[in-house]
């Protein structure tokens, strides 16, 4: 079992900077992944960027050079660094954990991000 927190969340203006923190507690060693998705009212939740044990990343378009996930294995903590955000940023934004060999995704309860025009 991984259990996941997360915070960081609030209102920002358009253009501004956010950074979304997840601590992860549980069976950490057996996570392969560790993502953020986001969630905006009315739409499905869609993958926003993800790391791997090794430190790669990967990107949804839509925030290519604006959002910079990274990890602090120390801390068993993920982060996200969100600049430049847009209104069409706002959501609700969850942290996820993915392991290969169960095929298991862990969820934390989110974190609302509202960013005005």
């Known amino acids: 079992q991984v259990q996941l927190v997360e915070f960081g969340g609030g209102l920002v203006q358009a253009g501004g900077s956010l950074t979304l923190s997840c601590e992860a507690s549980g069976t950490i060693v057996s996570v392969n992944l560790m993502r953020w998705y986001r969630q905006a009212p009315g739409k499905q939740r869609e993958l926003v960027a993800t790391i791997s044990n090794g430190g790669t990343t990967t990107y949804a378009d839509s925030v290519k050079g604006r959002f910079t996930i990274s990890r602090d294995n120390a801390k068993n903590m993920v982060h996200l660094q969100m600049n430049s955000l847009k209104p069409e940023d706002t959501a609700v934004y969850y942290c996820?954990?993915?392991?290969?060999?169960?095929?298991?995704?862990?969820w934390g309860q989110g974190t609302q991000v509202t960013v005005s025009s």
């Open positions: 996820n954990a993915y392991v290969y060999k169960a095929s298991v995704m862990y």
